[in-house]
């Protein structure tokens, strides 16, 4: 069975830092990519990083550049988000998902990803 479980949100001060976290199971990161998203209130989802998993490549969304990586640890099957230089707009619920896209050069949209873990809330306080 495929399981994707998010943690490590939490309320955090703006210029502050946090790490997601995303236990995967039920199958292999060699044979599949996985991809950050959130949404916030009122707001679609939107795409914050992915990872080509066939060359290791990975890409983020305009509003977190420079600010969010994405980390894969294919022994622990856990793929991590850390998140530096948080603001209140970061603020949502972020979720990992998984895709059948061995190879992309750039973000992926929803309909590409199979599985979603249930969500954790970020909350960057001003």
């Known amino acids: 069975e495929v399981q994707l479980v998010e943690s490590g949100g939490g309320l955090v001060q703006a210029g502050g830092s946090l790490r997601l976290s995303c236990a995967a199971s039920g199958f292999s990161f060699d044979n599949y990519g996985i991809g950050w998203f959130r949404q916030a209130p009122g707001k679609e989802r939107e795409g914050v990083s992915c990872?080509?998993?066939?060359?290791?490549?990975?890409y983020y969304g305009d509003s977190v550049k420079g600010r969010f990586t994405l980390s894969v640890d294919k022994t622990k099957n856990m793929v991590y988000l850390q998140m530096n230089s948080l603001k209140p707009e970061d603020t949502a619920v972020y979720y990992c998902?998984?895709?059948?896209?061995?190879?992309?050069?750039?973000?992926?949209?929803?309909?590409?990803?199979?599985?979603w873990g249930q969500g954790t809330q970020v909350t960057v306080s001003s």
């Open positions: 990872i080509s998993t066939s060359d290791g490549d990975t």
């Open positions: 998902a998984r895709t059948e896209v061995t190879f992309t050069n750039s973000m992926l949209p929803e309909y590409e990803y199979d599985y």
